[in-house]
């Protein structure tokens, strides 16, 4: 059961030291995320009509610098959710973000990108005003819904072209706003920002399904 988010679970990413941080990531911050993985994983699954797995970060490739965020990924596949378009639900030190994802080793990031410049005026009308974009998870600078008019030639051309290109869309929620939620209030408003993503989603299963065809040509 996800009880809610306390201050105490952003200050993780204060402490010092990859040991440190990452015992404290284990101890306060990722039974919360597989608790949030239990709730919504049967939703995105009817929602989708197809089955999502959990994965929450292990940072397992992290030798020297202790990661600055953290997070619980859902995708179709139940060995790993980097290949593939995905959601993930995660926290930085000043707030929590609920967003779909494409990052740089997904496969079908090309063909995605060919979609969503073909059927931008129609995803732009579907998704919220509140939705930030993002075109790099590491080093995050958000752009509004409102503004993305003038930036989605960037957005796409980067997907396409930079083999590090990433796609991010979804909302922030400050940490003051997230630690006086209670858990129940959380999972509600993140699951209403999966499926206000659905347009997004659905438009990378035809990019999803066109790279799996090419890779077997």
């Known amino acids: 059961m996800f009880t809610g988010w306390k201050e105490a679970d952003f200050e993780v990413f204060q402490v010092e030291g990859l040991e440190l ?6 101890e306060r911050v990722r039974p919360k995320f597989e608790s949030i993985g239990k709730v919504l994983a049967p939703d995105l699954s009817a929602w989708y009509g197809e089955e999502f797995f959990v994965h929450v970060a292990k940072h397992a490739r992290r030798k020297t610098n202790p990661p600055n965020d953290s997070w619980v990924s859902f995708a179709t ?5 980097k290949m593939l378009p995905h959601f993930q639900i995660g926290l ?3 707030h929590a973000f609920v967003q779909f994802a494409i990052i740089y080793e997904c496969v079908s990031k090309k063909q995605f990108a ?5 059927n931008w005026p129609d995803i732009k009308r ?10 790099d998870h590491i080093h995050p600078d958000p752009v509004p819904h409102t503004q993305m008019e003038d930036k989605i030639g960037q957005f ?8 590090n290109g990433e796609l991010l869309v979804g909302i922030d929620i400050p940490k003051q706003e ?3 939620m209670s858990g129940e209030m959380f999972l509600d408003k ?3 920002a999966l499926y206000q993503l659905a347009p997004l989603y659905r438009l990378s299963l035809a990019g999803r399904q066109e790279a799996m065809e090419a890779r077997k040509r």
């Open 21 to 26: 941080r990452m015992a404290a990531l284990k």
């Open 77 to 81: 596949n139940p060995r790993g959710y």
């Open 92 to 94: 930085w030190a000043t």
């Open 114 to 118: 060919e979609k969503l410049a073909a």
């Open 126 to 135: 579907q998704i919220p005003n509140q939705m930030l974009w993002y075109d």
């Open 156 to 163: 796409t051309k980067r997907l396409l072209e930079n083999k």
């Open 178 to 180: 997230a630690v006086r």
């Open 190 to 192: 993140a699951r209403e």
